[in-house]
């Protein structure tokens, strides 16, 4: 079985966090905050993938030092970020 060990759950966590960055009120009144749920949608749902995917023994996280490096660094580069506002869709 491919994942699975969270029930499929990080499908919801994107949604949600992409929701919001998308959301019309959310993206007027602070296009940041916007920017960053957009952003922490992507990494965070393929986060949450590859730790799915090695628990449920498809495949294997090593070193795990190396992973948490790598996200740990991604959340800064979201946080980092000189934000450029765009929108591209907007919810209302």
Not at 42 to 69: A, K, M, Q, R
Request: a negative charge; glycine letters at 8%.
């Amino acid at each position: 079985m491919s994942g699975g060990h969270w029930e499929y759950k990080q499908y919801k966590i994107q949604e949600l966090l992409e929701g919001v960055g998308r959301d019309g009120q959310v993206v007027l009144r602070f296009p940041k905050l916007a920017q960053i749920f957009r952003d922490l949608s992507h990494v965070l749902y393929e986060t949450v993938h590859d730790l799915d995917w090695d628990l449920s023994g498809d495949s294997s996280i090593s070193p795990n030092i190396d992973f948490e490096s790598k996200f740990i660094n991604d959340l800064g580069k979201i946080i980092d970020k000189k934000y450029t506002i765009r929108v591209y869709e907007v919810g209302e």
